[in-house]
């Protein structure tokens, strides 16, 4: 520390010591990092701590989605059905549109942003390694698409419980499909992450993981009914491994109230069709991680 | 020749206002737009290339009204602040393109005109995806002078351009200035517009804080010191003298010669500096201002 | 119309990834034709996979295009260097409308034609059908698309919601949409020529005049929107 009334010495330069002063304090490590990326941008997800206007959309595409299920909830209480007239599993299916646009319309936000801005260099100037950093983002859609996914079940179940259906029946219906809206969020939010942070331009991402989820399960629909008008199932039964929102229906039809083409029939195709959502969801999640330790590395 | 006209302008957005009440005229030669980041230089220059609409007021062109005007851009020559993201052209297409739309009769040899003022002839044949920020920049001012416009308005354009460059676009808008063009640019950094201009316009928090030739704009501020260098055959003596003055505010003597005067009063101090060193016999060798820069009329106005 | 415009416009269309991906949807649809062809009598799976170019691929095809031509310009703002020009907007806009246009024609309506010969190579007619209703709701995707892309920055989104959710999920439902839902108005016209395509029973009259007033109006409200191309600072 320098003395600043000490004489300078001639010709020295000095720089004086004003008082500030560094933080020496206690200092979070990675962990902690990580976790504020990841509520940060499950906010953002929503438009929370964003501008007004990026507020709109998520919030609209979520009272889309909500809206049949408050449609329901008001035919139970006015008419007092003894079911539910949409199944828990079916919801998502019914919804797949909605969801598809919100996933695809906030993945660009999470994931494209810090990559067109350059600006991913100041998150990996700190204490965060790049694969820590894409698991966070990562962990934030994922969480975003699941609150999307579980809100109308949860309304349902309320409904169902006010309704004073079976309560035991209606707890394992539910449950189902909590795990099947576990599996579809795990593998949607894989692919919309994979495409934004490949294509930085944000309407690009939109249009391309839109096109991958829609005409690809357009695609498979298509097969599928031709090949239960052809009388060959088992046809369609391997196509509906080719698509997320087919493989989701195969696996709800297989284990909740719910009627699609060609469901898997056998216990080995059911595990099959589990295991590449599974798989699927894993291959996109490394291919994020392998795409931003590139970044970091260039 | 052309002149841009602004008359009371003002614009808002919702309830932030970005420019208010501006008037202000731009003539032929090299004009400064100066302000700090958010002063509303980019409005400024985005009313004058009709790129907005004025909340309240008129900004014309030799009398016409720029807004929705698409002819104007006959003469008017624009390098926005804004990146071109036209990245999978070649610097020579995009050039091109440019003197196409203006409806020129030979865009070719206009493309080739505008590059080599520019000193872009070379790298013309790589996409512009390719370019460094100084290469960007200077392809953006080759696709303005293309149609060869009386008006040129750049938003910040040396940013990002290295030394080099920078003097040669330096030199550039200079030598439009003295060929009659009306020019004006924008920047928050004194030196460039020192540079460049005399004529300057300064902009503070949308406001037109001061106009004019940046020396006399600094002589009318008398509320605050300004400071000499009075180098004479016997300094020691004058400063005993100066001291003792009302106009002046400190005296100091200089180490290799002179001596650094402040002073309030500036029209008071011109009087009295010529009667005082006769009564003394000291004899006045030079008398310079010093800090008739624009970095002190810029600090002091940014400081009000 | 601006050749310059146009030229530009076709090169952002072709350029890059989204060529690509502009190339790949309509490749699918004809593939998947060529393959249930192979493996199916003549004319099974018609109705799939009609469907499938008609009411996923071809909106998905002219709202990519439509973005492609204006969106990204408009959102970073590097439109100025088109509009500080001395051309008519509206020139501009319906040179920009005519590549997209192009684009959701030949990667859009046209493969539902090839796919329609391929499946069903004794009944032209029908394909024809469908090529007719895939051009007249190209036409009018593509004008309206443009509009939006120049309206807002969420045009993709909004896009994606007129044609998948009201047309599509909501069409299914509703029956009274078919008087505002394009796609309808093109399976009217492709009626009129093969009545294979299925009409949603607006009458041709309504179906023609309703697309050529959305496509029209568009166009004309995107270059109305140019005219007002208003430039911010990054501030």
Redesign the interface.
């Known amino acids: 520390m320098t003395d600043p009334t000490s004489a300078t010495p001639e010709g020295r330069s000095v720089i004086h010591d004003l008082g500030y002063r560094p933080y020496t304090g206690a200092r979070l490590g990675e962990g902690s990092i990580a976790r504020a990326l990841a509520v940060t941008g499950f906010r953002n997800a929503f438009g929370l701590g964003r501008s007004g206007r990026s507020k709109v959309l998520p919030f609209v595409l979520l009272a889309l989605n909500l809206f049949p299920a408050v449609i329901v909830g008001g035919v139970m209480v006015l008419i007092g059905l003894d079911e539910l007239p949409i199944s828990y599993a079916q919801y998502a299916s019914t919804t797949q549109v909605i969801l598809g646009i919100f996933v695809a319309s906030q993945a660009p936000v999470l994931f494209s942003r810090d990559l067109r801005h350059g600006t991913i260099s100041l998150y990996l100037a700190r204490p965060l390694r790049a694969s820590t950093y894409a698991l966070a983002r990562w962990a934030a859609l994922l969480a975003a698409t699941l609150v999307f996914l579980l809100l109308p079940i949860v309304l349902l179940y309320a409904v169902a419980l006010l309704g004073e259906l079976d309560v035991t029946e209606q707890t394992r219906e539910a449950g189902v499909a909590v795990a099947l809206a576990v599996l579809l969020a795990l593998v949607l939010t894989g692919i919309a992450g994979l495409i934004s942070s490949w294509s930085t331009r944000r309407g690009f991402a939109v249009v391309a993981t839109i096109a991958v989820l829609l005409i690809g399960n357009g695609i498979v629909t298509a097969v599928q009914g031709i090949s239960s008008e052809e009388g060959r199932s088992d046809v369609g039964e391997v196509a509906g491994l080719f698509s997320p929102y087919s493989l989701y229906r195969g696996l709800a039809t297989a284990w909740a109230d719910v009627d699609a083409l060609t469901p898997p029939t056998s216990a080995g195709m059911e595990a099959l069709y589990a295991l590449v959502l599974v798989g699927l969801s894993a291959a996109c999640l490394g291919g994020l991680v392998w795409r931003y330790r590139r970044v970091a590395s260039a | 020749m052309s002149v841009i006209t602004l008359e009371t302008v003002s614009r808002w957005y919702g309830n932030v206002v970005a420019v208010n009440g501006v008037s202000m005229t731009v003539r032929p030669g090299v004009t400064g737009l100066l302000g700090p980041?958010?002063a509303g230089?980019?409005?400024l220059i985005?009313l004058m290339?009709g790129?907005?609409?004025p909340s309240a007021g008129t900004v014309t062109l030799d009398g016409v009204p720029i807004w929705?005007h698409?002819?104007?851009?006959?003469t008017?020559?624009?390098v926005?602040?804004?990146?071109?993201?036209?990245g999978?052209?070649t610097g020579r297409q995009f050039v091109r393109?440019?003197a196409?739309?203006?409806?020129l009769d030979a865009p070719g040899a206009a493309t080739e005109r505008a590059l080599s003022i520019v000193d872009m002839t070379e790298p013309a044949a790589r996409r512009i995806g390719t370019y460094s920020k100084g290469m960007r920049q200077r392809v953006k001012l080759a696709?303005?002078l293309v149609h060869d416009p009386g008006v040129l308005l750049l938003d910040e354009p040396f940013n990002g351009v290295d030394p080099r460059q920078r003097l040669h676009l330096m030199a550039l808008l200079r030598q439009m200035g003295a060929e009659g063009r009306t020019v004006l640019f924008s920047s928050h950094i004194l030196e460039e517009v020192e540079q460049v201009a005399r004529q300057i316009e300064v902009v503070v928090s949308g406001r037109h804080a001061a106009s004019g030739d940046f020396g006399q704009i600094r002589r009318l501020m008398t509320d605050r010191p300004v400071q000499y260098v009075v180098v004479t055959n016997d300094d020691r003596a004058l400063a005993s003298a100066l001291i003792a003055e009302d106009a002046v505010v400190a005296v100091s003597l200089r180490r290799q010669g002179g001596v650094d005067v402040s002073v309030s009063d500036f029209g008071g101090f011109a009087v009295r500096l010529p009667r005082i060193a006769r009564e003394r016999g000291v004899r006045i060798l030079e008398l310079t201002p010093t800090d008739e820069s624009l970095e002190s009329v810029f600090s002091y106005l940014v400081e009000r | 119309m601006?050749?310059?415009?146009l030229?530009?416009s076709a090169?952002?269309l072709a350029?890059?990834r989204r060529g690509i991906v502009l190339m790949l949807i309509p490749g699918i649809v004809v593939l998947l034709a060529i393959v249930v062809s192979a493996l199916t009598d003549d004319g099974q799976g018609y109705e799939a996979v009609a469907n499938l170019g008609f009411t996923l691929a071809l909106p998905i095809v002219a709202l990519l295009a439509a973005a492609a031509v204006l969106g990204?310009?408009v959102d970073?703002?590097?439109i100025?260097?088109?509009?500080?020009?001395?051309?008519?907007?509206h020139s501009i806009a319906i040179s920009k409308y005519a590549a997209a246009w192009g684009a959701t024609i030949g990667l859009g309506a046209l493969p539902l034609l090839v796919s329609g010969l391929v499946l069903e190579p004794s009944d032209p007619g029908r394909a024809f059908g469908w090529f007719a209703a895939g051009a007249v709701a190209g036409t009018a995707y593509s004008a309206l698309f443009l509009a939006l892309a120049a309206l807002t920055r969420h045009a993709v989104v909004v896009g994606l919601l007129f044609a998948l959710l009201w047309e599509g999920v909501l069409g299914n439902v509703l029956a009274g949409i078919r008087w505002v839902a394009i796609g309808a108005w093109g399976r009217e016209v492709g009626a009129e020529i093969s009545p294979l395509v299925g009409g949603a029973g607006t009458g041709l009259g309504y179906a023609l005049i309703a697309a050529m007033v959305v496509t029209v109006g568009s166009v004309y409200f995107a270059g109305d929107r140019l005219?007002?191309?208003?430039?911010?600072?990054?501030?």
Do not use: M, W
């Open positions: 980041n958010g230089k980019t409005t985005a290339a790129f907005l609409a929705r698409t002819d104007a851009y006959r008017i020559g624009l926005p602040e804004r990146e071109l993201s036209f999978y052209l393109a440019n196409e739309l203006h409806g696709s303005a | 601006n050749a310059t415009i030229r530009l090169q952002a350029g890059r990204p310009e970073d703002g590097s100025v260097y088109l509009l500080a020009k001395p051309v008519s907007r005219r007002s191309f208003t430039l911010r600072g990054d501030e």
